[in-house]
């Protein structure tokens, strides 16, 4: 059975950093990706980035890019989510979410059938 466990969110002020975790399991090949989604009060889940497990291609969505950096740890399977110069518009629900294949369709939230429970990230001074 796939599992995803999200970690690393809390309460930072603007401008901070945060690093959040995903640990995976259960995968039964090594083509798959990892997604990381958020979703605000009363917003649709946005696609933030993703990362395919085999060979480490990145994408973000445009909200992000340039502050946030997505990477993976095949070894302990795990994806991380290195958050820099945080702006309160990021509060957010944070998921990671996982499918198997090769594309990362971070547009497309209904393509991945495995999600973590979340964890809040609330950046406030």
């Known amino acids: 059975q796939v599992q995803l466990v999200e970690s690393g969110g809390g309460l930072v002020q603007p401008g901070g950093s945060l690093r959040l975790s995903c640990a995976a399991s259960g995968f039964t090949s090594a083509y798959y990706v990892i997604g990381w989604f958020r979703q605000a009060p009363g917003k649709e889940r946005e696609g933030v980035s993703c990362?395919?497990?085999?060979?480490?291609?990145?994408y973000y969505g445009d909200s992000v890019k340039g502050r946030f950096t997505i990477s993976r740890d095949n070894a302990k399977s795990m994806a991380y989510l290195q958050m820099n110069r945080l702006q309160p518009e990021d509060t957010a629900v944070y998921y990671c979410?996982?499918?198997?294949?090769?594309?990362?369709?971070?547009?497309?939230?209904?393509?991945?059938?495995?999600w973590g429970q979340g964890t809040q990230v609330t950046v406030s001074s």
């Open positions: 990362i395919r497990m085999d060979d480490g291609r990145i």
């Open positions: 979410a996982a499918r198997y294949g090769s594309t990362c369709p971070i547009d497309a939230r209904y393509e991945y059938a495995v």
